[in-house]
């Protein structure tokens, strides 16, 4: 993406759109989303052209990623315009952040949460170790990849990961399917967006979906990650 394909400037908004569908081959998609918040357009602007796009019938609906509460409410304030049906955050076991004034916010306002990150970059899956340099293959051991790795990989966040293993052994499941059990526990997140490099793990992550985690194990996965949790 060039300098020239950023923000949430009126242009840009419809600009982007356009390409999508371009790309796509589509009339419409069903949910736009703006990545990150634009300060240096008016939020009137962005609001305003998501709104003409929605009624254009080019997206059925609208959601943003990675916004404060304070930018969702002054978005929700606005008169005239279409409303955010969804939100994007980063969310997992080890960054709780949104549980903080999104999510209740969101809640109120009917606002889905689909986050990303749900395993914490692939640490919540438990392939990498404290003390120990990231395998090869991963993530972590790539300068295009790791480069925001570098907090999660921390030996007490590690450490924390590894206090999970009995738990999840003791229920029959990976360290991953756990973690996204625990994310989807959330009833206002919708989805959680989880990366694969094989079909097998595709399966195993799904099934998280219909996993249910009682009270007692709710709390000793909070004891394990005691001093762990980054936000």
């Known amino acids: 993406m060039s300098d ?13 759109i356009d390409a999508s569908l371009r790309r796509l081959r ?3 998609v069903d949910l736009y989303q703006c990545h990150r918040y634009d300060p240096a357009t008016p939020l009137e602007e962005t609001m305003e052209a998501l709104t003409e796009v929605v009624r254009a019938g080019k997206a059925r609906y609208i959601g ?3 916004w404060s509460a304070d930018q969702i409410r002054a978005a929700l304030e606005l008169p005239g ?11 997992s076991p080890l960054w709780r952040r949104p549980e ?7 809640r109120e306002n009917g606002i889905s949460q689909i986050v990303y990150s749900p395993l914490a970059q692939g640490v919540l899956t438990g392939k990498y170790r404290p003390g120990e340099a990231p395998p090869a293959d991963t993530r972590a051991s790539s ?3 790791g480069w925001a790795m570098g907090k999660f990989l921390a030996d007490e966040v590690l450490e924390g990961v590894e206090r999970l293993r009995p738990i999840a052994d003791g229920l029959g499941l990976t360290l991953a399917q756990l973690s ?13 967006i989880v990366g694969a490099s094989r079909p097998e793990q595709v399966e195993a992550n799904a099934s998280a979906s219909g996993i249910e985690l009682d009270d007692a194990t709710l709390a000793a996965v909070d004891e394990a990650l005691a001093g762990a949790v980054l936000s």
Do not use: H
């Open 180 to 192: 996204l059990a625990w994310v989807l526990r959330e009833e206002n997140v919708a989805s959680a």
């Open 81 to 91: 315009v279409e409303r955010f049906v969804s939100s994007q955050p980063q969310y």
């Open 26 to 28: 589509t009339d419409y």
């Open 143 to 145: 300068d295009e990849m």
């Open 4 to 16: 020239t394909d950023k923000g949430l400037s009126r242009e840009q908004v419809l600009k982007q």
């Open 64 to 66: 943003f990623s990675d």
């Open 100 to 106: 903080q004034e999104v999510i209740p916010l969101c």
